[in-house]
DNA sequence: CGTCTATTTGAATGTACTCAAAAGCGGTGG
DNA sequence: CCACCGCTTTTGAGTACATTCAAATAGACG
């Protein structure tokens, strides 16, 4: 396993020496998963939250009528876990599953904490890393409220083109809070737009 | 000006000694508003992240064709800024109002960052904060894509009830992405559900 | 008391959903 | 290599949720 990815996207915003780069990937463990395998499923304890080496994984939340709400996605160097649980060690509300052969660099929560301890440097990585998916999810929010489907669907492609390429409709469609059926509908829209 | 209340919110995730704290509250400065005041306008350098002593702010952002969407109400014991433009140093997106005469202490990006290098403690202080705002953030993501305004705004009251008291229908509107015409009309249905 | 804003009401409209069915597409086994 | 299976995407009709606009009513505050 090639640890050069995650520990430049650590290097971005913290400093470490030969020992602590050592003890930080000692908490670390590479688990590997086939398309559709599910990295945590609803119910179960959220003990780990997991680097993206490579692959996509989707989280998602089910609810009571079954409608599925996709939280995030996560690609290669993104963080990815049920935040709300994996704090808490509530049973997670959230599932989430590769949407492509992927494999992940897990830290389990009491290791983390240890980190935090040890190498107090990583409460700053993660600070950061939290106040940057807060502000992400608060644009997400703003987004959500004050833009029609159409201009949502326009601006996840736009910000997240990669991302889109490797995802299916009906993927997309559960992220921005839409049916698949009013995706088409709102893509057929666009395309007739675009023929001018 | 009594300490006493940021004090017991940052204690309740770190320890600090005597010169920690000196240096800490140092670092703070008082800002008092009038209800209808501005903490910030959209387009300003927002270089604050304020501590609500007393009263209540309103976050909003206003979009193109003028609709308001309220991005997040502080009351006392809250911290409140634009995240996103508070950390870049760009130009706010957000204005914050007062809804209510306000009490606030100010500590400047600057002197942050400094807190940060003097006393690392404060790494973990805000990261927890980060936290729980974007787990928070992710929750009213979920929400927003799953439930009718009928629910969101019961879960509202629910969640923030003290909150909701101090609130007018057309804030509250704005918050839940609808507007006060049809949350009119939301609590009308409520009520007559009640009578049963 | 008057003024200003918030709230309610109602009609017409638009945005997005449900349900059902057809068409497209990718993989798998024969 | 083709045929079939399962899943995604498209299409369309009917419906529900939420908006716009306008006007009436109610509250808050100086």
Redesign the pocket.
Known sequence: MDHQSILSNVARHISLDEKEIDYFLSLLTVKTLKKKDYLLKAGQPCTTINYVYSGALRAFHQDDSD?EVTIMFAVADWWITDMACFVSQIPAMTSIEAIDDTCVLQLAKDDLDKLYIKVPKFERYFRILMQNSYVREQLRTLQNLSS???ERYLKFLEKYPAMARQL???QIASYL????????????KISKGIIS
Chains 1, 2 share one sequence.
């Open positions: 409608n029609p489907a159409e299916t409709q009906k809070g839409i049916t698949p059926e009013f995706l088409s509908a709102v893509r057929k």
